[in-house]
Protein backbone atom coordinates (compact mmCIF):
# COMPACT_ATOMS: atom_id res chain seq x y z
CA UNK A 1 0.00 0.00 0.00
CA UNK A 2 1.48 3.82 -1.23
CA UNK A 3 1.99 6.03 1.56
CA UNK A 4 -0.51 8.56 0.01
CA UNK A 5 -3.05 5.34 0.03
CA UNK A 6 -2.29 4.71 3.67
CA UNK A 7 -3.07 8.68 4.80
CA UNK A 8 -6.10 8.64 2.43
CA UNK A 9 -7.71 5.86 4.39
CA UNK A 10 -6.11 7.10 7.92
CA UNK A 11 -8.10 10.06 7.41
CA UNK A 12 -11.23 8.67 6.14
CA UNK A 13 -11.31 6.55 9.48
CA UNK A 14 -10.84 9.43 11.70
CA UNK A 15 -13.68 11.82 9.84
CA UNK A 16 -15.74 8.56 10.33
CA UNK A 17 -14.71 7.92 13.88
CA UNK A 18 -15.05 11.42 14.72
CA UNK A 19 -19.02 11.92 13.48
CA UNK A 20 -20.31 9.15 15.85
CA UNK A 21 -20.02 9.52 19.58
CA UNK A 22 -20.10 7.30 22.29
CA UNK A 23 -21.19 3.29 22.84
CA UNK A 24 -24.63 3.41 22.51
CA UNK A 25 -23.53 4.43 19.11
CA UNK A 26 -22.31 2.25 16.31
CA UNK A 27 -19.63 2.98 12.81
CA UNK A 28 -22.64 1.05 11.09
CA UNK A 29 -23.25 2.91 7.97
CA UNK A 30 -19.98 4.88 8.12
CA UNK A 31 -18.03 4.48 4.62
CA UNK A 32 -14.50 3.41 5.95
CA UNK A 33 -16.02 1.29 8.01
CA UNK A 34 -18.13 -0.36 5.85
CA UNK A 35 -15.19 -1.20 3.76
CA UNK A 36 -13.29 -2.09 6.31
CA UNK A 37 -15.79 -4.36 7.94
CA UNK A 38 -16.59 -6.24 4.25
CA UNK A 39 -12.90 -6.80 4.25
CA UNK A 40 -12.68 -8.23 8.00
CA UNK A 41 -15.57 -10.70 7.12
CA UNK A 42 -13.18 -11.98 3.60
CA UNK A 43 -10.68 -12.02 5.83
CA UNK A 44 -12.47 -14.41 8.44
CA UNK A 45 -13.64 -16.54 5.64
CA UNK A 46 -9.90 -16.93 4.69
CA UNK A 47 -8.73 -17.58 8.38
CA UNK A 48 -12.07 -20.52 8.81
CA UNK A 49 -10.54 -22.13 5.68
CA UNK A 50 -7.10 -23.17 8.23
CA UNK A 51 -7.20 -25.38 10.74
CA UNK A 52 -4.10 -24.89 12.50
CA UNK A 53 -4.17 -22.46 15.11
CA UNK A 54 -0.24 -21.66 14.42
CA UNK A 55 -1.78 -21.22 10.88
CA UNK A 56 -3.89 -18.94 11.50
CA UNK A 57 -1.86 -17.03 13.97
CA UNK A 58 0.91 -16.50 11.03
CA UNK A 59 -2.10 -15.40 8.71
CA UNK A 60 -3.38 -12.68 11.17
CA UNK A 61 -0.12 -11.34 11.47
CA UNK A 62 0.14 -10.98 7.73
CA UNK A 63 -3.30 -9.52 7.21
CA UNK A 64 -3.01 -6.85 9.87
CA UNK A 65 -0.90 -4.56 8.55
CA UNK A 66 -3.53 -3.73 6.03
CA UNK A 67 -5.83 -2.37 9.08
CA UNK A 68 -3.05 -0.39 10.25
CA UNK A 69 -4.74 3.02 8.48
CA UNK A 70 -8.00 2.47 9.22
CA UNK A 71 -7.04 2.10 13.30
CA UNK A 72 -4.53 5.04 13.44
CA UNK A 73 -7.40 7.02 12.39
CA UNK A 74 -9.87 6.02 14.74
CA UNK A 75 -7.64 6.20 17.34
CA UNK A 76 -6.59 9.35 16.99
CA UNK A 77 -9.83 11.18 16.18
CA UNK A 78 -12.72 8.33 17.48
CA UNK A 79 -15.47 9.20 19.98
CA UNK A 80 -15.87 5.90 21.31
CA UNK A 81 -18.80 4.11 18.93
CA UNK A 82 -19.15 0.73 18.59
CA UNK A 83 -16.77 -0.45 16.55
CA UNK A 84 -16.65 -4.57 15.67
CA UNK A 85 -13.77 -3.98 13.41
CA UNK A 86 -11.32 -1.93 16.12
CA UNK A 87 -12.50 -4.50 18.84
CA UNK A 88 -11.67 -7.35 16.81
CA UNK A 89 -8.58 -5.90 15.63
CA UNK A 90 -7.15 -5.75 18.90
CA UNK A 91 -7.81 -9.67 19.19
CA UNK A 92 -5.74 -9.93 16.28
CA UNK A 93 -3.16 -8.38 17.62
CA UNK A 94 -3.07 -10.20 20.95
CA UNK A 95 -2.88 -13.31 18.97
CA UNK A 96 -0.11 -12.46 16.37
CA UNK A 97 1.95 -11.29 19.73
CA UNK A 98 1.50 -7.77 18.87
CA UNK A 99 0.84 -6.79 22.62
CA UNK A 100 1.43 -3.10 22.65
CA UNK A 101 -0.39 -2.86 19.38
CA UNK A 102 -3.54 -4.61 21.32
CA UNK A 103 -3.32 -2.73 24.32
CA UNK A 104 -3.59 0.52 22.05
CA UNK A 105 -6.96 -0.34 21.12
CA UNK A 106 -7.68 -1.77 24.27
CA UNK A 107 -7.04 1.28 26.09
CA UNK A 108 -9.18 3.72 23.50
CA UNK A 109 -12.09 0.57 23.76
CA UNK A 110 -12.29 0.94 27.96
CA UNK A 111 -11.96 4.51 27.74
CA UNK A 112 -15.38 4.62 25.97
CA UNK A 113 -16.58 1.66 27.91
CA UNK A 114 -17.01 -0.38 24.23
CA UNK A 115 -18.14 -3.77 24.93
CA UNK A 116 -16.72 -6.53 22.67
CA UNK A 117 -18.94 -8.29 20.28
CA UNK A 118 -20.97 -10.94 21.66
CA UNK A 119 -18.94 -13.94 20.70
CA UNK A 120 -16.21 -12.64 22.56
CA UNK A 121 -17.05 -14.47 26.66
CA UNK A 122 -14.80 -12.14 28.33
CA UNK A 123 -14.68 -8.60 29.01
CA UNK A 124 -11.68 -6.23 27.19
CA UNK A 125 -9.98 -5.66 30.99
CA UNK A 126 -10.64 -9.62 31.55
CA UNK A 127 -9.20 -10.91 27.95
CA UNK A 128 -6.33 -8.27 27.38
CA UNK A 129 -5.29 -9.40 31.26
CA UNK A 130 -5.20 -12.75 30.67
CA UNK A 131 -4.50 -13.11 27.16
CA UNK A 132 -0.98 -11.29 28.15
CA UNK A 133 -0.11 -13.14 31.00
CA UNK A 134 -0.86 -16.69 29.43
CA UNK A 135 1.56 -16.03 26.61
CA UNK A 136 4.62 -14.00 28.97
CA UNK A 137 3.65 -17.52 31.24
CA UNK A 138 4.31 -19.69 27.60
CA UNK A 139 7.53 -17.74 26.84
CA UNK A 140 8.52 -18.31 29.95
CA UNK A 141 7.80 -21.92 30.29
CA UNK A 142 10.00 -22.38 26.76
CA UNK A 143 12.96 -20.59 28.30
CA UNK A 144 12.11 -17.35 26.93
CA UNK A 145 11.87 -13.89 27.94
CA UNK A 146 9.08 -11.46 27.79
CA UNK A 147 9.11 -7.36 28.32
CA UNK A 148 8.46 -6.77 31.93
CA UNK A 149 7.07 -3.45 30.18
CA UNK A 150 4.38 -5.19 28.51
CA UNK A 151 3.24 -6.62 31.22
CA UNK A 152 3.10 -3.73 33.83
CA UNK A 153 1.37 -1.76 30.82
CA UNK A 154 -1.01 -4.09 31.25
CA UNK A 155 -1.45 -4.39 34.88
CA UNK A 156 -2.31 -0.47 35.03
CA UNK A 157 -4.43 -0.55 32.15
CA UNK A 158 -6.60 -3.01 33.85
CA UNK A 159 -6.08 -2.51 37.25
CA UNK A 160 -9.68 -0.77 38.42
CA UNK A 161 -11.40 -3.76 35.27
CA UNK A 162 -13.52 -6.32 37.01
CA UNK A 163 -12.29 -9.80 36.03
CA UNK A 164 -11.99 -12.87 37.79
CA UNK A 165 -9.92 -13.11 40.05
CA UNK A 166 -8.06 -16.46 38.64
CA UNK A 167 -7.82 -14.05 35.85
CA UNK A 168 -6.21 -11.22 37.55
CA UNK A 169 -3.65 -13.89 39.30
CA UNK A 170 -2.00 -15.05 36.29
CA UNK A 171 -0.78 -11.52 35.45
CA UNK A 172 0.85 -11.06 38.75
CA UNK A 173 2.26 -14.48 38.19
CA UNK A 174 3.55 -13.61 35.04
CA UNK A 175 5.27 -10.26 35.94
CA UNK A 176 6.41 -11.74 39.16
CA UNK A 177 8.19 -14.40 37.47
CA UNK A 178 9.50 -11.91 34.78
CA UNK A 179 11.08 -9.99 37.80
CA UNK A 180 12.19 -13.01 39.56
CA UNK A 181 14.48 -14.00 36.77
CA UNK A 182 18.12 -13.13 38.27
CA UNK A 183 20.98 -15.32 38.90
CA UNK A 184 21.40 -17.20 42.24
CA UNK A 185 24.79 -16.01 43.16
CA UNK A 186 25.48 -12.48 44.83
CA UNK A 187 22.62 -9.80 44.19
CA UNK A 188 23.29 -6.80 43.22
CA UNK A 189 21.04 -3.80 44.63
CA UNK A 190 19.50 -3.70 41.72
CA UNK A 191 18.60 -6.81 41.18
CA UNK A 192 17.44 -7.24 45.17
CA UNK A 193 14.48 -4.19 44.48
CA UNK A 194 13.47 -6.10 41.64
CA UNK A 195 13.11 -9.62 43.22
CA UNK A 196 11.06 -7.44 46.17
CA UNK A 197 8.88 -6.66 42.96
CA UNK A 198 8.42 -9.82 42.47
CA UNK A 199 7.48 -10.97 45.82
CA UNK A 200 4.97 -8.46 46.00
CA UNK A 201 3.35 -9.84 42.55
CA UNK A 202 3.80 -13.41 43.49
CA UNK A 203 2.48 -13.01 47.16
CA UNK A 204 -0.76 -11.18 45.19
CA UNK A 205 -0.85 -13.78 42.87
CA UNK A 206 -1.39 -16.60 45.63
CA UNK A 207 -3.76 -14.25 47.64
CA UNK A 208 -5.82 -14.08 44.69
CA UNK A 209 -5.96 -17.86 43.43
CA UNK A 210 -4.06 -20.46 45.75
CA UNK A 211 -3.56 -22.71 42.65
CA UNK A 212 -2.02 -20.56 40.96
CA UNK A 213 1.61 -21.34 41.03
CA UNK A 214 2.99 -18.85 42.52
CA UNK A 215 4.02 -20.68 45.63
CA UNK A 216 7.81 -22.63 44.72
CA UNK A 217 8.77 -18.92 43.02
CA UNK A 218 7.86 -17.19 46.24
CA UNK A 219 9.72 -19.34 48.19
CA UNK A 220 12.66 -18.74 45.97
CA UNK A 221 12.70 -14.75 46.15
CA UNK A 222 12.19 -15.44 49.47
CA UNK A 223 15.33 -17.45 50.10
CA UNK A 224 17.51 -15.40 48.26
CA UNK A 225 16.41 -11.78 49.85
CA UNK A 226 16.86 -13.38 53.06
CA UNK A 227 20.64 -14.74 51.38
CA UNK A 228 21.19 -10.95 50.22
CA UNK A 229 20.17 -9.83 53.34
CA UNK A 230 22.48 -11.61 55.93
CA UNK A 231 25.54 -11.21 53.04
CA UNK A 232 24.71 -7.58 53.32
CA UNK A 233 25.23 -7.35 49.58
Not at 35 to 41: G, M, P, T, V, Y
Not at 161 to 177: C, I, N, S, T
Request: net charge neutral; glycine share 8%.
Amino acid sequence: MSHARKRFQTISAAVAAAAVAGPAMTMDGANAYELQLAQLHQDRLRLSQIQSTEGKVALKAQLLPAYAPYVDGVLAAGRGAQDEVLTTLMVWRLDAGDYLGALAIGRYVLEHNMTMPDRFARTTGCLLAEEIAIAALKALKAGGEFDIGVLEQTEQLTRDQDMPDEARAKLHLAMGRVLAKVPDEALTAEQAAQLGEARTHLARAIELHSSSGGKKDLERVERLLKKHAATGS
